[in-house]
């Protein structure tokens, strides 16, 4: 039986949302003051988005900030969908408990410290620092979120299925391609769309392992604040809103089809 929401809790979700995109609109609305600063809105203009467009090295380092977040979530997702499989699949549950609690100990862990470690690790491994770096380690910390998100969906798998598809006769690969695969495909998109969010998100990593001649927007953004942002990182932050708002919608679209599909091979 559905709860209807109480007056104070509508009251309350409002506040909520206002202070969390309160902010976000008032840096939106500036991006289309002609003026040059955010205390005073002069008049309507799209100087900065016209601005923001004739600056080349900007539009790299967004390009980069991009290009970077799709590998290490492409790269991240295979390898935390193959990683969620093996905790599964583990015999035995100090095994899993094991495996399970390392994984953890990444999600928990300051990303000072995990940024310093990989600067220590690259270091003496001899990597130079620079787009290499910074994809190694923004792969290595998405991985256990891609594994957080895949493992409740393989926990809600019945083994009967997979053992269906055994007597059938299906091999291995076929049990995986066919069963197991499409069954977890919302916790792969779901870590996959995670793992993209946090590579775009992430400051503190990149901070430590990025080197001359690249970098991500977070790192710009921040060198660029201690002399004084112009209006066109307002423009480019409402155009980087929107695109976030466009993946959103995407997800779910795609998991609201998933789970159509999901009904329908229950119905039949």
């Known amino acids: 039986m559905d709860q209807k929401m109480t007056p104070w809790a509508k009251l ?16 939106i609305f500036y991006s289309f003051n002609s003026g040059e600063t955010m205390y005073d809105f002069e008049s309507f203009s799209l100087k900065w988005y016209k ?16 290009v970077l977040a799709l590998l290490a979530a492409l790269f991240s997702t295979i390898i935390g969908v193959l990683g969620a499989l093996a905790i599964y699949m583990a015999k035995r549950r100090q095994t899993k408990n094991l495996l399970l609690s390392f994984n953890n100990v990444l999600i928990v862990s300051p990303d000072v410290i995990i940024g310093a470690s990989f600067l220590i690790l690259f ?24 594994v957080l998100m895949v493992l409740p969906k393989l926990s809600e798998m019945s083994p009967s299925l997979i053992d269906a598809a055994r007597d059938l006769g299906a091999s291995s690969w076929n049990v995986m391609s066919k069963v197991i ?6 916790g792969i998109f779901a870590g996959f769309f995670m793992a993209l969010t946090y590579s775009l998100d992430d400051f503190a990593v990149t901070f430590f392992v990025t080197g001359n001649g ?7 953004i921040y060198s660029l604040a201690r002399r004084g942002i112009s209006l066109n990182i307002n423009a480019l932050s409402a155009i980087l809103f929107l695109f976030t708002m466009l993946l959103v919608v995407i997800y779910y679209f795609i998991t609201q089809r998933t789970k159509l599909n ?4 229950r119905k039949r």
Not at 126 to 138: C, D, M, N, R
Not at 262 to 265: D, F, I, K, T, Y
């Open 12 to 27: 309350f979700l409002v506040i909520i949302f206002l202070i969390l995109y309160a902010p976000i609109f008032f840096l």
């Open 214 to 220: 690249f970098s991500t927007l977070s790192v710009e």
């Open 123 to 146: 270091t003496m491994a001899g990597i130079k620092l620079g787009f290499s770096s910074v994809l190694l380690s923004h792969i290595a910390f998405s991985i256990p979120i891609v």
């Open 262 to 265: 999901g009904m329908g091979v």
């Open 181 to 186: 695969i499409p069954y977890i495909s919302s």
């Open 51 to 66: 601005e923001l467009f004739h600056d080349t090295r900007l539009l790299i380092i967004v390009l980069n900030t991009i």
